[in-house]
């Protein structure tokens, strides 16, 4: 079939989403203060809104998308306000923490599906993982 096509295809997500970015930050660091188990379902919900991008760019929103400017910017800013919101809520949770603190809280219960949404909001609401997809699939 086109088994050569998907391999590359995933080779080259493979390698995106292994880059350091906002995806890379958010599962790295649910797994330190969550472990392994908050890691993985932080995984998981990137790798759906993954396959989110991928879905809408092979029906072809993501065209619609990247040729109205105005909705491109749109989809920018509700990304950047998310992302923005991850930074100052990091912050909050750092302020006075020391090593003691940090070593404790490796043993914190996270929420699976707290952990699932914030995986996929992190990569579902990033204008840079729609161009990618859109790249390879046109």
Known sequence: MYWAEFLTIAVAHLFAVASPGPDFAVVTRQSVTGGTRAGLWTSFGVSIGILLHVGYCILGVAFVIS??????????????????????????????????????STNVSVDPGKAFVLGFLTNGLNPKATCFSLRFLR
């Open 67 to 104: 040729q109205s400017p105005t909705l491109f910017s749109a989809m920018k800013f509700i990304a950047a306000a998310y992302l923005l919101y991850l930074g100052v809520k990091s912050m909050r949770l750092s302020n006075g923490l020391n090593e003691q603190s940090i070593t404790a």
